[in-house]
């Protein structure tokens, strides 16, 4: 058992419907699997299911706790702080494939 830190400020739905909500009402929450820290009132950007850029978001909680299942998970919180243009998310999207989504070759 141990916390797990988001250092690359990305925040990556895996549900569709999570992701709706945020973009429909402005605020969200979306669960990952084990304790992960987010950093309380940074911006962040976040991306669909297939890695595309799509906002900005703010975090406004993070909590980390053990479910009914007995699985560790972290609730993130959130609000939208704006849409991304076309033009933003074509780049924002190539630079996190390059950074954190692609291929990592050693070399």
Do not use: W
């Given at each position: ?5 988001e250092?690359?400020s ?7 419907q ?17 304790f ?6 940074q911006k962040?950007i ?6 595309e850029?799509?906002a ?6 993070s909590?980390?706790e ?5 699985e ?16 933003e998310?074509?780049i924002q999207t ?5 950074m ?8």
């Amino acid at each position: 058992m141990g916390f797990e830190t988001e250092f690359n400020s990305v925040c990556k739905f895996k549900s569709e419907q999570e992701l709706y909500e945020l973009l429909e009402y402005g605020k969200g929450k979306m669960v990952k699997k084990g304790f992960r820290v987010y950093p309380t009132g940074q911006k962040v950007i976040a991306y669909t299911p297939n890695n595309e850029a799509i906002a900005i978001v703010r975090i406004s909680a993070s909590i980390a706790e053990i479910n009914f299942q007995g699985e560790e998970i972290t609730g993130v919180e959130m609000e939208l702080v704006r849409k991304l243009t076309e033009e933003e998310a074509r780049i924002q999207t190539a630079l996190a494939d390059e950074m954190f989504f692609g291929e990592h070759v050693n070399g």
